[in-house]
């Protein structure tokens, strides 16, 4: 497998390396990469996919990701897609825990960082003008992005906007009357493992952790750190937005033997913005933060425990559910919301444009806001009209912020 599909995991890793800008700024680097280049799915598959995954709980982009490996090699290769995409920022970031008292990171993402923002806007702008052109292609589902991108943007900070706003487009474009083309249809097999060993690793996970705590066992905390995850990567939607909060109020205010200060986990917040990767990957950096009193192979430990805690719950239900998704497409009413729901999610890129456009410095007439601009218009230019790598517009961005006084 590895040897067959050894292109497609240099890709991803490739990917890995590159995507900077979070979920909102992955999906330029997914087009030009895996849609683009590579052609192993098309715009509209990958626009399902990223409707879908935002339907679940979970690492939105990291799911993506991995339905596109499901595709081409089924799920040994979805989780080998899982692995490659996630193992460089975790592994930076873990690393990151052991550095954090000796690297002024705020420093270093005024610095290297500081033009990469404006690049994931670039990404995103081209990622908009790609699938407007698929998905958009009548009244009713222009009117269906304009308000969905109204709504996302005014309550972007709010969780359930994007499952709810998805649904909502889906079911008004039930009221057509398309008719479902007659192409032959192949069923997935529903592995019913996948929920069973979800639902068992949950209840798992709080009996043990709860037990540890009352019994006051040695390791005690390294079961309450795969507990703690292990929930927020079941229940989480929007994006480490929402997760940093959660784990805020789990580690440092609740919690009062003190896992880490509010300082340290903002601190590791704020670097995983300038990490490629997903952003779930501060969840290495917190699990070693919270055990790195008790020695440095506990402190890896609690690396490993974020990183499994977080992930596993994503990686489990999109392998369920997306097989159950797909064979109901064989019916009219989820056929029919295919519409709207891309349509939706166009309306969900462009408001994260604007989301994340608020916070680039543009019209302060200095240097700074100047190459801002700069670096928008030519990132979307050459995703656009040239067949120049995303790996290398991300080094020209880099570049620029080492060269660049702040």
Not at 49 to 70: D, E, K, N, R, W
Not at 227 to 253: A, D, H, T
Not at 255 to 281: C, I, N, R, W
Request: charged residues 15%; proline residues 4%.
């Amino acid at each position: 497998m590895l040897g067959r599909h050894g292109p497609f995991l240099r890709a991803v890793f490739w990917y890995s390396i590159t995507a900077f800008g979070g979920p909102q700024g992955h999906m330029g680097m997914m087009i030009k990469t895996f849609v683009k280049k590579r052609r192993d799915v098309t715009e509209e598959e990958l626009l399902e996919y990223s409707a879908f995954c935002q339907l679940l709980p979970g690492a939105s982009s990291s799911q993506t990701v991995t339905l596109i490996g499901y595709k081409r090699g089924g799920i040994p290769l979805a989780i080998i897609t899982l692995l490659v995409w996630l193992l460089p920022a975790c592994v930076f970031m873990g690393v990151f825990s052991f550095l954090v008292q000796y690297v002024d990171a705020r420093a270093m993402h005024r610095n290297i960082f500081q033009f990469l923002h404006a690049m994931a806007v670039g990404f995103l702008a081209y990622a908009a003008t790609r699938v407007f052109k698929v998905a958009i292609k009548n009244t009713i589902t222009r009117v269906i992005m304009v308000v969905a991108a109204v709504l996302t943007y005014a309550f972007f900070k709010t969780p359930w906007i994007f499952p709810i706003v998805i649904i909502l487009s889906g079911v008004v474009t039930n009221f057509s009357s398309r008719r479902i083309p007659q192409i032959p249809h192949e069923r997935k097999k529903i592995r019913w493992s996948n929920i069973w060993l979800f639902l068992l690793v949950f209840i798992a996970a709080g009996f043990v952790s709860e037990t540890a705590r009352k019994q006051q066992w040695e390791h005690r905390r390294a079961y309450n750190l795969f507990e703690n995850f292990y929930r927020f990567g079941s229940i989480v939607f929007g994006g480490s937005q929402v997760l940093v909060p959660m784990m805020y109020e789990q580690f440092v205010v609740r919690d009062k033997s003190h896992y880490m200060t509010g300082e340290e986990l903002l601190t590791g917040a704020g670097m995983v913005q300038g990490v490629p990767g997903p952003t779930f990957s501060v969840c290495s950096y917190a699990g070693g933060m919270a055990l790195r009193n008790r020695g440095p192979a506990m402190q890896i430990l609690g690396c490993i425990i974020g990183v499994v805690g977080i992930f596993l719950p994503s990686l489990l239900l999109v392998l369920f559910f997306y097989p159950v998704w797909h064979n109901l497409k064989k019916y009219a009413a989820v056929y029919r919301s295919l519409e709207g729901i891309q349509a939706c999610v166009v309306g969900i890129m462009i408001a994260s444009f604007f989301y994340l456009l608020k916070d680039v410095s543009l019209m302060d007439n200095r240097t700074v806001s100047y190459i801002n601009l700069l670096v928008i218009g030519g990132t979307f230019a050459l995703l656009s009209f040239t067949k120049i790598k995303s790996p290398y517009i991300v080094a020209l961005c880099l570049l620029l912020g080492l060269v660049v006084p702040v």
